[in-house]
């Protein structure tokens, strides 16, 4: 009987010390540094901030300096593939976390925690299937967020188009509003075929990926997937709370096959999912999957 007990006793020690660290990753940012070889030989490189899924509340003053302090990167373009919000009253917190990167050329897209607050879930449920919305959701200020955004210079690219000059390239941009809500709907057609073209999206579904390479994408930015969140050490993300697959959870891949650069990837184009800085306030923690910020540098392809 002592072994059983000795034994349930490091069981529940190992699972609280495990707690306790996804608490303090969950703390613990990062930026991660990415190349991708897309532009014309001899082209200036675009160094972009891909940043996505803050989940802010107003009492979280250390992520929201952490953020502010991005601008020291100097990117050339700020991509923002949404969740910013986590609570009714988190607008003013965003504009404020991001008030020095929208100084920037930027562009960006919703997600669905741009439009309704979270609720206590069981977290369990994220591990058979992708989230739902409850019945009676408190709907946020998304006008007020597209409108912060806007009037500091920023793209809104739900289900539109945009263009860019950037680094004296002509870049254009196709985006979707999320597609984890079904909001997502491909904007009309225009020209500018000639020019770089990236697609930006909230959640990572393959129909939109297959729909934004199709449109002309040669790199597409995703978040949502948080990267799985809570992950198996040396084996990676469970889910994507989604219908991605887990290997491509976060990071720089192809879709839909192998990288561009890599044998066999020639009909693929880039896809980077951002592991994204916060979580839902119910469930704040991240193990094996750090919070982060990507600078993905787009260079030139050798001649």
Same mark, same amino acid.
Not at 30 to 41: G, I, Y
Not at 162 to 189: N, W, Y
Not at 199 to 210: F, I, N, S
């Given at each position: 009987?002592?072994?059983?007990?000795?034994?349930? *006793?490091?069981?529940?020690?190992?699972?609280?010390?495990?707690?306790?660290?996804?608490?303090?990753?969950?703390?613990?940012?990062?930026?991660?540094?990415?190349?991708?070889?897309?532009?014309?030989? #001899?082209?200036?490189?675009?160094?972009?901030?891909?940043?996505?899924?803050?989940?802010?509340?107003?009492?979280?003053?250390?992520? !929201?300096?952490?953020?502010?302090?991005?601008? +020291?990167?100097?990117?050339?373009?700020?991509?923002?593939? /949404?969740?910013?919000?986590?609570? !009714?009253?988190?607008?003013?917190?965003?504009?404020?976390?991001?008030?020095?990167?929208?100084?920037?050329?930027?562009?960006?897209?919703?997600?669905?925690?741009?439009?309704?607050?979270?609720?206590?879930?069981?977290?369990?449920?994220?591990?058979? +299937?992708?989230?739902?919305?409850?019945?009676?959701?408190? +709907?946020?200020?998304?006008?007020?967020?597209?409108?912060?955004?806007?009037?500091?210079?920023?793209?809104?690219?739900?289900?539109?188009?945009?263009?860019?000059?950037?680094? /004296?390239?002509?870049?254009?941009?196709?985006?979707?509003?999320?597609?984890?809500? #079904?909001?997502?709907?491909?904007?009309?057609?225009?020209?500018?075929?000639?020019?770089?073209?990236? #697609?930006?999206?909230?959640?990572?579904?393959?129909?939109?990926?297959?729909?934004?390479?199709?449109?002309?994408?040669?790199?597409?930015?995703?978040?949502?997937?948080? *990267?799985?969140? !809570?992950?198996?050490?040396?084996?990676?993300?469970?889910?994507?709370?989604?219908?991605?697959?887990?290997?491509?959870?976060? /990071?720089?891949?192809?879709?839909?096959?192998?990288?561009?650069?890599?044998?066999? *990837?020639?009909?693929?184009?880039?896809?980077?999912?951002?592991?994204?800085? #916060?979580?839902?306030?119910?469930?704040?923690?991240?193990?094996?999957?750090?919070?982060? !910020?990507?600078?993905?540098?787009?260079?030139?392809?050798?001649?």
């Amino acid at each position: 009987m002592n072994s059983w007990v000795k034994a349930a *006793g490091a069981v529940a020690s190992a699972g609280a010390g495990v707690l306790a660290w996804s608490l303090v990753e969950a703390r613990s940012y990062a930026v991660r540094q990415l190349t991708a070889q897309v532009l014309e030989p #001899g082209a200036r490189p675009i160094r972009i901030l891909h940043l996505s899924d803050l989940h802010l509340t107003p009492s979280q003053t250390h992520k !929201v300096e952490w953020v502010r302090s991005l601008a +020291r990167y100097r990117p050339d373009l700020v991509v923002d593939t /949404g969740d910013n919000l986590a609570h !009714v009253d988190a607008v003013p917190t965003a504009l404020h976390a991001l008030g020095p990167l929208l100084e920037l050329p930027g562009v960006f897209v919703h997600g669905s925690n741009d439009y309704y607050a979270p609720r206590p879930k069981n977290p369990l449920t994220y591990l058979k +299937r992708p989230t739902e919305l409850h019945d009676s959701p408190t +709907r946020l200020d998304t006008d007020s967020l597209t409108a912060g955004f806007t009037s500091a210079g920023w793209l809104d690219l739900n289900n539109a188009r945009a263009s860019l000059e950037i680094g /004296g390239q002509r870049v254009t941009f196709v985006g979707l509003d999320d597609p984890h809500l #079904g909001l997502d709907a491909l904007p009309g057609t225009t020209g500018d075929a000639d020019s770089l073209r990236i #697609g930006v999206t909230h959640a990572p579904y393959t129909r939109t990926l297959d729909a934004l390479r199709s449109d002309g994408a040669a790199v597409i930015l995703a978040g949502h997937t948080h *990267g799985g969140q !809570v992950c198996v050490p040396g084996y990676g993300a469970l889910v994507t709370n989604c219908d991605l697959d887990t290997s491509r959870a976060s /990071g720089l891949h192809g879709w839909p096959g192998p990288r561009p650069d890599a044998p066999g *990837g020639s009909e693929s184009v880039w896809l980077h999912v951002s592991a994204g800085v #916060g979580t839902s306030p119910y469930a704040p923690v991240r193990l094996a999957c750090r919070p982060e !910020v990507t600078m993905l540098t787009l260079m030139p392809r050798e001649a």
